[in-house]
């Protein structure tokens, strides 16, 4: 697992974009699948997406801010692109901080890696666990950082209690 930061100018224009009244975010009754076995203070809830690029094509108008963030931080690793999803997660689920969403897998494959950027700083810590769901390592969203880790590595975003949301950018490639 890596940390990686990126400028203050190019972390206040993705948040400012993503956080416009002219960009659009879609209803998701449910965030992502649980796993067997998943742990007790699981709970789902909703949240809203906005899909950059999947199936092999740029699906948003606003894939340069992916450029622009690829060019600061992971473009050179980068052979092919799975997807890249805006996440959007209120308040409004009414959850407590004990509780998180499924434990999941981005994708289960090896070769894959997940570069998971924070747009805004907010409570809704990321999670990752354990083969047995123990919480290994947990992470504080911090506008403008981003974390890079293995695709297949089990983890859960809790619910942003204190602040009004929580907004991440989630990329899978190769």
Same mark, same amino acid.
């Given at each position: 697992?890596?940390?990686?930061?990126?400028?203050? !100018?190019?972390?206040?224009?993705?948040?400012?974009?993503?956080?416009?009244?002219?960009?659009?975010?879609?209803?998701?009754?449910?965030?992502?699948?649980?796993? %067997? *076995?998943?742990?007790?203070?699981? &709970?789902?809830?909703?949240?809203?997406?906005? #899909?950059?690029?999947?199936?092999?094509?740029? =699906?948003?108008?606003?894939?340069?801010?992916?450029? +622009?963030?690829?060019?600061? $931080?992971?473009?050179?690793?980068? %052979? @092919?692109?799975?997807?890249?999803?805006? =996440?959007?997660?209120? =308040?409004?689920?009414?959850?407590?901080?004990?509780?998180?969403?499924?434990?999941?897998?981005? &994708?289960?494959?090896?070769?894959?890696?997940?570069?998971?950027?924070?747009?805004? !700083?907010? +409570?809704? !810590?990321?999670?990752?666990? !354990?083969? *047995?769901?123990?919480?290994?390592?947990?992470?504080?969203?911090?506008?403008? @950082?981003?974390?890079?880790? =293995?695709?297949?590595? #089990?983890?859960?975003? $809790?619910?942003?209690?204190?602040?009004?949301?929580?907004? #991440?950018? *989630?990329? &899978?490639? %190769?």
């Amino acid at each position: 697992m890596q940390l990686i930061n990126v400028k203050e !100018d190019l972390a206040n224009k993705i948040e400012e974009a993503l956080t416009s009244d002219q960009f659009a975010w879609y209803f998701a009754p449910s965030t992502n699948s649980p796993l %067997k *076995n998943a742990p007790s203070k699981t &709970v789902d809830g909703y949240q809203f997406s906005h #899909v950059f690029y999947k199936d092999e094509k740029i =699906n948003s108008p606003h894939f340069y801010l992916i450029e +622009d963030l690829f060019h600061a $931080t992971i473009i050179s690793q980068i %052979k @092919q692109i799975l997807r890249v999803k805006g =996440n959007f997660l209120s =308040n409004l689920t009414r959850s407590s901080k004990e509780n998180f969403q499924y434990p999941h897998q981005d &994708v289960k494959s090896p070769q894959y890696k997940s570069f998971l950027y924070y747009v805004n !700083d907010a +409570d809704g !810590d990321t999670l990752f666990f !354990d083969k *047995n769901y123990k919480i290994k390592k947990r992470i504080k969203p911090k506008k403008g @950082q981003a974390i890079l880790f =293995n695709s297949n590595c #089990v983890h859960a975003t $809790t619910f942003p209690v204190k602040t009004d949301y929580r907004i #991440v950018i *989630n990329t &899978v490639f %190769k």
